[in-house]
């Protein structure tokens, strides 16, 4: 395996209809794309986790988790260190859940019952007290909020190139006239691409990159001030502005401060 990668686990079916895994992820890792005949439910308990798709990268900051139907190709990815708590459930038992990815806001009852489930023995009675406690955690899961945390990500081979030095330097300042001269591509062939591949604008685009991005410093417990700086913004108070407007909640208010 290359460095950092993480192996995916080698499974062919679920023991029960709810299956747990709890992992301690390192700064970096990652696994490869891959897919299953079961639904993912991806709890971050600290850190930040990352789930990308064709579709676009859905990340989840704590009490924030990630849907993943069955058979959608996916790797997870995390920035920094990251406990990552795995549901993976059948899909006969998850009829009332998304039948698209999604980022899904944990309740105080969804967090304590995925904690107890993952003290269940692999193989529980799913007619008994065990299996009661995993239909509650079901009906729980099928009423949660849906969080913000998703980018859409081009497939247009300028701007993926546009979307990478971005997402290595967030702050970059460079407008689509910039970038036009650098990919080769005129800045209103641009900007109506951006628009056709992720439905929106580049600056849209841009910002909600930037604010995806900080999640991970927010949550290593970076400063506002220099978070802000780093991710292109001239001021605190316009990235805690754009922050809230995204994500319903200040970067305080994320991560409990």
């Known amino acids: 395996m290359q460095p950092n990668q993480?192996?995916?686990?080698?499974m062919t079916h679920l023991p029960r209809p709810v299956f747990s895994r709890?992992?301690?992820l390192a700064p970096g890792s990652w696994t490869e794309e891959h897919t299953h005949p079961w639904c993912q439910f991806s709890y971050a308990s600290s850190g930040v986790l990352g789930v990308r798709t064709a579709a676009g990268d859905y990340v989840a900051p704590p009490h924030f988790a990630v849907w993943i139907?069955?058979?959608v190709l996916h790797q997870v990815v995390n920035r920094g260190r990251a406990e990552m708590r795995s549901l993976y459930v059948a899909p006969e038992v998850a009829g009332d859940?998304?039948?698209?990815?999604?980022?899904m806001e944990m309740s105080p009852l969804a967090g304590e019952l995925?904690?107890?489930i993952s003290g269940l023995p692999v193989e529980y009675d799913p007619?008994?007290?065990a299996g009661r406690l995993v239909a509650v955690l079901l009906d729980e899961l099928a009423v949660l909020r849906?969080?913000?945390?998703?980018l859409p990500l081009p497939k247009d081979r300028r701007l993926v190139a546009i979307c990478n030095a971005l997402q290595e330097n967030p702050a970059d300042p460079r407008n689509l006239g910039d970038w036009a001269h650098h990919v080769g591509a005129s800045d209103r062939t641009l900007a109506r691409l951006f628009v056709k591949e992720t439905g929106l604008g580049f600056g849209l685009w841009r910002q909600r990159l930037r604010l995806v991005l900080s999640l991970d410093a927010l949550q290593a417990g970076v400063g506002v001030t220099e978070?802000?700086?780093?991710?292109?913004y001239e001021s605190p108070s316009a990235f805690i502005a754009a922050f809230r407007g995204l994500f319903g909640v200040t970067p305080g208010g994320l991560r409990g401060g």
């Open 6 to 10: 993480r192996p995916v686990p080698a």
């Open 22 to 24: 709890h992992e301690a």
């Open 69 to 71: 139907p069955p058979g």
């Open 97 to 103: 859940l998304p039948g698209e990815c999604c980022v």
């Open 114 to 116: 995925v904690q107890r």
């Open 127 to 129: 007619q008994g007290p």
């Open 146 to 150: 849906r969080g913000g945390f998703r």
């Open 227 to 232: 978070v802000a700086m780093a991710h292109g």
